[in-house]
């Protein structure tokens, strides 16, 4: 059993892991600025890089608080060419929120942590196993991190709107999705075919 | 999709993979179903590859690869991926169009970074000057340079690509800017060697590499080192992206790049030679200390060792020894024999050992007479000499019991000059030709020899007892008129010196050959049965042949040389069988080559088997082109042997043109609206939008008319849009710049946003078992129903609302459709006819790809319909449907005009059939690609672009005269054409008149067709009013009807008996 002050956190948690994987995978970043961290029975790159750290800090913080209030409905990780500021690739985890809407904090989970941990291994290890089919990004890129909530949010300062982020032509993949019963999260990969 | 469990098996790509060909290749592993599917889709491609006649041949070939890299994720051998691209670039490697070629570029690449060594490659291919002008060479072949970390070669490879300005420029600047970066970061943090190799490697071995070790991390060398972030939302910007700085790291030496002394011939054919053995994967390790120098292609250094020459002198004292180094010579033992002491002068070894006799194999030549001599083999020509001047009576005797040999359908081993003889075969004809020549025969055998022929069990019986038939047979035995060919008589010169008086005509020529075999036979044997099926074939083929000799005589002249060529020259079993197959379709749309093809390779084949295979090819038979004409003269037997000439003709061609009328009628639909005719803007006024009032539903309809079953989709229909027409009249109705013009005039989507859904991105559609998302609703698709080069149209289940439907997926997208069926449908919103136009659910777009969904009609198209029809009565359908079609036709058009929506396309598979509610049939108009809104036009707007198009085009159009509703109803009368004579129309102009070629049969009703053809192929004074038409066809309906075996409702019942058995 486990209550919703966890869950968020986890949702939370496991968005930083999925990050930061993303980075170590696609090569945003150089491999040595990573070390790795027993977590799920997987070995997960962390990013060592402070300023990155920083970012995934605040962003994710405030997050955590948006998922407990539920309205957050979607995070979004942007890759974009630095010299061009064209999208390259766009990493969506679509959130959906289960169980009693209003139920408030104490909710509780009833699903096993077990399983629960095995369902978001299995989406770790589909991010992971995703450059196999990805392009090669062989330009300077860098990450953005959008979060699409409902209209009627206050925006905390630091924040501000932006475009949505749409690849031209198009592939994507959409990958398991894993639920705690109270979150349901789906990730999904868009990308740039080149010819 | 679960890629995680098959990573392994997929090669990653430079620019990513497609995940729908992925998920395909992936799937093909394990499902049969699939595996197929990828093999058709290859044999497309590389019949493309072999049948391109155009420009730009490379094209073809570089799609190829691209589906084959994506296809075969795993690289194996199974896409035979090497191959192919060493053949394609060898091909096109002195090819000037491509020295530059961007894609040319591409696939040398491709092929080099599965090289051992690439940089000597791409050296060979530079100074060849192979793709000079292009970046991606150089930002390749620097890549391996800077793998290693030798920037100053890197360096010095981009100058070299900015001395040769190769384009795209600035991203030639940008890459060489980055390659700067790394160096100048290698310099600052220290080269880690190892970290650098494996990222490097990562990056090239893209392509599998030898040791098959795949990179982990895929890293580019540049982003190394602190300080090289750039995170969104705070974002740090790079802080040494100043290239001055970097450029002291280049000062310290390094090895010059090597300019290959000079360029090989063909540097792919170098490369592969550099390549060809590799035996041994084992990377040879250090045997010395020496070092060992790396050999540079091209260069020319001699061998190390000396060549051995042979010294003139006589070196006998050395012995045996002598050509060897006098050092470590062979030392012979002392006891070597000098002679041998045993005598084999009569010692012979058999050439052959014959086999057991054994049923199961029958040798293909005459084995026991080849081998006949312990000690010698003789050749077939040797056999055939011997044979020759025993003449006529053995050559008979041979060809009899081949004859026999044939009809006995269990292979058995036979005696010489059986089946196993038959590349003796024409030899023999030939000579039996001559004979028959020397010795014209009397009348009488012939007679006899045609009865015994009627015994056999073939479709040729029949003409054998027809008088005229062997009244052509006997002119042709009388060597005066038909004379063989020069070149097929070379062997026989001296006997035939005085009987061959003149050239051979062309138009007997072709006869000749088969004549002549026809006629020895007779000559031989008058009660014989068996006949071959060639020889059977051939009066008849020449029956109908000689009627059109002007026509086809060239074709036919060739094909005889070649068949009289291959008689005398090769003794060949096989090249018979192939010389047949080319003349087969050089000589297109003629019997013969399919009847003489077919016994060659098959032996003792029943020629009714041979003409039932050929009648099950096509359903239809459609004759605009045949030369034939059903052979406008005279007898019997000539008019039989066309009617099969009629069948066969052409067949492979149209049951190919007829299961594809999807596709036909999509490309028709792409030709149109991206053709690139001029318009021709003509300024006219511009009137004030003017209102179009829905037709008020006729108070009663005719009887067959009835509203459909289906339900109305439960959306809302909205008013129809008004918008104010365009203020000229452009030619070109179908330009795609008049489109898109045209649908941001009424703001599309308008009013029709209900199930208009765009979407960031439509995947591709593929047939499989798993349900797809498309939006949000989950579809199963089923299958293919169509293909055009735009767009493909699936059957799918909609899991959202269980239904069938079909889905038109197209590309680019095409806004247009949608726009004109949702407008019908708003501004037929009362009227009872308003389910007979396809009605669009919901349409998909993104920014490249539409997909519409439709409902799908279980009953197919009007097309189908005619050919199961066809297929089921081998007749057309009777009159009274096709007076029942065309009320239903010319309803539904006059609805559609009077709300001035023009189809533009209408034709029998644009007519989809169902069945009502009252047993009775209905049709449903289907793709709206080409219609014309004439709202949006001036009112009265013409248009005067000719659609170039085969059939459907209209009258109006071939005569140059502006048109507009015109076509919808001509397009009715050439549909009814198809339906009541099972071909296309084909017009005739007489006096400015219009008609069709095709006779009417007697039993038709002449006058209504002709008055029906005639209004709507003649539209001189505008379009033709239907409604007096209608009334005429509603009245011989009536008339039809009193007669129980022509009236329409049993029929009818027929008929939907047939689409309920389906």
């Known amino acids: 059993m486990q209550n919703l002050k966890d869950i968020p956190r986890n949702g939370a948690k496991i ?84 169980g009693d809407i209003n139920a408030g904090p104490d909710q509780t989970s009833d699903k096993p942590l077990k399983q629960i941990k095995n369902e978001i291994r299995d989406v770790l290890k589909q991010i992971a196993s995703s450059i196999s089919y990805l392009p090669l990004l062989d330009c300077l890129c860098s990450f953005d991190i959008h979060i699409y909530t409902i209209n009627d949010v206050n925006m905390p300062s630091g924040w501000a709107k932006s475009e949505p982020a749409n690849v031209k032509n198009a592939q994507n993949v959409k990958m398991r999705s894993f639920s705690t019963s109270i979150h349901k999260m789906e990730t999904m990969v868009t990308y740039k075919n080149v010819d | 999709m679960d890629f995680d469990l098959s990573k392994e098996n997929i090669q990653p790509l430079r620019g990513g993979r497609n995940v729908q060909q992925l998920g395909m290749a992936l799937q093909a592993q394990t499902s049969r179903e699939y595996q197929a599917e990828l093999l058709h889709q290859q044999q ?83 100074s060849k000057g192979l793709c000079v002008g292009c970046t991606d060479l150089y930002k390749a072949w620097a ?78 060398a540049f982003l190394s080192g602190p300080g090289a972030v750039t995170g969104g939302g705070g974002a740090v910007s790079r802080t040494n992206n100043n290239a001055a700085c970097a450029v002291h790291v280049y000062e310290g030496a390094g090895p010059q790049q090597n300019e290959a002394a000079a360029a090989p011939a063909s540097v792919i054919g170098a490369v592969r030679r550099q390549d060809a053995v590799k035996e041994n994967e084992l990377k040879p390790g250090p045997w010395t200390t020496v070092p060992v120098k790396k050999r540079v292609v091209g260069d020319k250094v001699g061998p190390a060792f000396t060549v051995h020459c042979d010294i003139p002198d006589n070196a006998t004292t050395a012995g045996a020894s002598a050509c060897f180094s006098p050092s470590s010579g ?68 041979s060809l009899h019991e081949l004859k026999n040999e044939i009809r006995q359908t269990p292979p058995k081993e036979a005696p010489h000059g059986s089946v196993q003889d038959s590349p003796m075969f024409y030899q023999e004809l030939h000579t039996s030709t001559v004979v028959k020549q020397q010795t014209p025969l009397p009348k009488t055998p012939i007679k006899k020899q045609e009865n015994t022929l009627s015994d056999l069990r073939n479709p040729f019986t029949s003409w054998g ?278 649908l941001e005039r009424v703001s599309f989507p308008g009013s029709h946003t209900d199930g208009y859904i765009e979407l960031p991105c439509i995947n591709k559609i593929v047939a499989k078992k798993e349900p797809v998302f498309i939006g949000q609703e989950r579809y199963i698709v089923e299958k293919q129903l169509g293909k055009g080069t735009f767009g493909v149209v699936f059957k799918a289940f909609d899991l959202t609302n269980n239904r069938s439907v079909a889905i038109k997926y197209q590309r680019p997208a095409n806004k247009w459709e949608y726009h004109i069926c949702r407008e ?98 209905g049709l449903q108009l289907i793709d709206f690609g080409c219609g014309i809104d004439m709202s949006l036009f001036p009112p009265d707007a013409s248009f005067t672009r000719q659609v170039t198009t085969e059939d459907f085009v209209c009258c109006e159009m071939l005569d140059g005269r502006p048109w507009n509703y015109h076509t919808d109803l001509f397009c009715v009368a050439a549909t009814a054409h198809v339906l009541l004579f099972d071909s296309y129309i084909r017009l005739r102009k007489q006096d400015g008149v219009w008609s069709i070629m095709q006779r009417f049969n007697r039993w038709m009703k002449v006058d209504l067709w002709n008055m029906f053809f005639s209004t709507l192929l003649n539209q001189q004074s505008g379009p033709a009013d239907t409604s007096a038409l209608r009334a005429m066809l509603d009245e011989t309906l009536c008339i039809l009807n009193k007669d129980s075996s022509t009236a329409l409702p049993n029929q009818m019942r027929y008929i939907v008996n047939l689409l309920n058995n389906q």
């Open chain 1, 15 to 98: 968005l930083d892991y999925g990050v930061n994987s993303i980075l170590f995978q696609r090569g945003l970043y150089p491999p040595e600025s990573f070390t790795a961290d027993e977590n799920y029975g997987l070995n997960m790159w962390m990013s060592t890089d402070n300023k990155i750290k920083e970012f995934l800090s605040t962003t994710l913080g405030q997050l955590k608080g948006w998922l407990i209030e539920r309205t957050v409905n979607k995070v979004a990780l942007v890759i974009t060419n630095v010299k061009t500021l064209e999208v390259m690739e766009r990493w969506d985890f679509n959130i959906e929120y289960e």
């Open chain 2, 44 to 126: 497309e491609f590389e019949n493309l590859i072999r049948t391109y006649e155009g420009e730009d041949p490379l094209e073809n070939y570089y799609n190829y690869i691209s589906w084959i890299e994506q296809s075969y994720p795993k690289r194996g051998h199974e896409g035979n991926l090497l191959p192919l691209l060493e053949s394609c670039l060898q091909l096109f490697e002195n090819d000037k169009r491509y020295t530059n070629d961007i894609r040319y570029c591409k696939l040398l690449i491709k092929y080099f970074d599965t090289l051992p060594n690439p940089i000597e490659s791409y050296q060979m291919a530079k």
């Open chain 2, 143 to 220: 890549y391996y340079y800077e793998a290693v970390g030798d920037f100053q070669n890197a360096n010095s490879i981009f100058e070299e690509g900015k001395r040769n300005l190769a384009q795209p420029y600035d991203e030639l600047e940008i890459a060489h800017n980055n390659m700067i970066m790394a160096a100048g970061q290698h310099l600052l943090f220290g080269p880690d060697e190892n970290r650098l190799q494996e990222k490097r490697h990562a990056l090239t071995s893209l392509q599998p590499r030898h040791g098959g070790r795949v990179g982990m991390v895929r890293t580019a």
């Open chain 2, 330 to 397: 062979i030392r012979l033992p002392k006891n070597h024999p000098r002679a041998c002491l045993e005598h084999y002068a009569d010692f012979r070894v058999k050439i052959s050992y014959p086999e057991p006799p054994n049923p199961a194999v029958v040798p293909m030549y005459p084995k026991d007479r080849v081998y006949a001599l312990e000690d010698t083999e003789f050749s077939i020509e040797e056999l055939r000499a011997e044979r020759y001047p025993r003449g006529v009576q053995q050559a008979q005797q």
């Open chain 2, 465 to 742: 007892r027809s008088p005229t038939q062997s009244d052509e047979l006997d002119i042709w035995s009388s060597p005066g008129i038909t004379t063989p060919p020069k070149s097929s008589f070379q062997i026989f010169e001296q006997s035939l010196a005085e009987v061959q008086p003149k050239a051979p005509n062309k138009g007997s020529a072709m006869k000749t050959a088969f004549k002549d075999l026809n006629a020895e036979e007779l000559a031989e044997t008058g009660s014989r049965g068996g006949m071959d099926v060639a020889a059977i074939a051939h009066p008849t083929e020449s029956a109908s042949q000689q009627r059109n000799t002007d026509v086809d005589s060239p074709t036919t002249y060739t094909f005889n040389l070649n068949l009289n060529n291959m008689a005398v020259s090769t003794p060949q079993y096989k090249r018979t069988v192939t010389t047949g197959g080319q003349v087969e379709e050089a000589a297109s749309g003629q019997v013969k080559k399919q009847l003489f093809a077919e016994p060659a390779k098959a032996g003792p084949l029943p020629v009714n088997k041979t003409a039932d295979k050929e009648k099950a090819l096509s359903t239809i038979i459609e004759e605009t082109h045949t030369t034939y004409a059903s052979s406008s003269s005279s007898s019997g037997a000539t008019t039989k042997s066309s009617l099969y000439t009629n069948q066969t003709n052409k067949m492979n061609t149209i049951s190919e043109e007829h299961n594809s009328y999807l596709q036909q009628n999509m490309m028709v639909n792409a030709a149109l609206r991206s053709s690139l005719l001029g318009t021709i803007m003509d300024l006219g006024t511009s009137p004030a939008p003017e209102e179009i009032v829905p037709p008020p539903a006729p108070p009663a309809m005719p009887s067959p008319m009835q509203s459909s079953p289906f339900e109305s989709p439960a959306r809302q229909l909205p008013k129809p849009t008004l918008v104010s027409p365009i203020g000229y009249i452009p030619s070109d109705p179908f330009k795609s710049s008049l489109i898109n013009q045209l």
């Open chain 2, 824 to 921: 019908l449908q708003a501004r037929l919103a009362d009227h009872p006819l308003r389910d007979r136009f396809m009605d669009v659910s919901i349409g998909y777009f993104s920014d490249q790809a539409s997909i519409l969904i439709s409902e799908f009609m279980p009953g197919g198209s009007l097309l189908d319909l005619a050919n199961l029809h066809k297929q089921r009565e081998r007749k057309p359908m009777k009159e009274c449907l096709v007076v029942y079609f065309c009320i239903q036709m010319l309803e539904m058009v006059q609805v559609m005009h009077d709300v001035k929506i023009i189809h533009a396309d209408i034709k029998p598979d644009n007519f989809l059939v169902f069945i009502l509610p009252n047993n009775t049939i």
